[in-house]
């Protein structure tokens, strides 16, 4: 298993530039999150989805835009880029239900908005 | 609401000295606590966990952490301290009914001396 995976590794956007940010999983889990990763504030929940066609809003959801089609695949958008933006993305998954199992990372997606 | 607090963003010990990293909670319920680690540059990987069985937790790497409610805390520690223990470290809160969200600290970066 590749478990998750995250693509690009790295990425340098200009302002107003749009993206995706691509997390795929092959562990057939139905929970999945993006997270971003800004120092000295830990690890903040952008958006998560409990299932295909399900998504919700995380603690920092302004500025992006997720949608699940497949149990696999669960994007980031960036619809118009801001220096704020600049950070670590990680995309997580793990089983759902009331069941708190470990959730598994991917390697990170570094993004930097000049 | 459920919030982590980690006291001391940077911790420096000897090799084989005591590894103590400390980590209290807040929640309203009975919460679930995790302990992650972090090499550089790659995602998070789960060293233990809480989930209201024992109150004392093993971990992978020879790491525990001990659950203690009058104190709202989930400290980190390890016996010695080995230079490939040298990470960052974060400490992390969900609560049943609350799915798989988590909460993260701030993080706290370990180093270890010769």
């Known amino acids: 298993n590749a478990g998750v995976t995250q693509t690009p590794k790295f990425q340098v956007l200009k302002t107003g530039q749009s993206m995706t940010l691509q997390c795929a999983q092959d562990?057939?889990?139905?929970?999945m999150s993006w997270y971003r990763q800004d120092p000295g504030m830990g690890l903040r929940l952008i958006h998560y989805?409990?299932?295909?066609?399900?998504?919700d809003q995380g603690e920092v959801p302004n500025g992006y835009n997720v949608s699940r089609s497949t149990t696999e695949d669960f994007p980031l958008r960036l619809l118009s880029a801001a220096p704020s933006q600049t950070s670590v993305y990680f995309c997580?998954?793990?089983?759902?239900?009331?069941?708190?199992?470990?959730?598994?990372f991917g390697p990170g997606t570094r993004l930097t908005v000049l | 609401a459920q919030s982590v607090t980690q006291l001391g963003s940077h911790v420096s010990v000897s090799e084989g000295a005591l590894v103590l990293l400390r980590c209290n909670y807040s929640s309203s319920v009975p919460p679930y606590l995790f302990w992650y680690v972090q090499y550089p540059n790659q995602g998070l990987q789960l060293l233990l966990k809480y989930t209201s069985a024992a109150t004392l937790v093993k971990g992978i790497n020879g790491f525990e952490a001990e659950f203690k409610k009058s104190e709202t805390s989930f400290h980190l520690t390890k016996p010695s301290a080995h230079m490939s223990d040298a990470a960052e470290y974060f400490c992390?809160?969900?609560?049943?009914?609350?799915?798989?969200?988590?909460?993260f600290g701030t993080g706290t970066q370990l180093k270890v001396e010769l």
């Open positions: 989805s409990v299932g295909a066609g399900i998504t």
């Open positions: 562990m057939n889990h139905e929970y």
């Open positions: 992390a809160v969900s609560t049943i009914g609350g799915g798989n969200k988590l909460t």
């Open positions: 997580a998954s793990s089983v759902a239900g009331g069941s708190v199992g470990e959730q598994f």
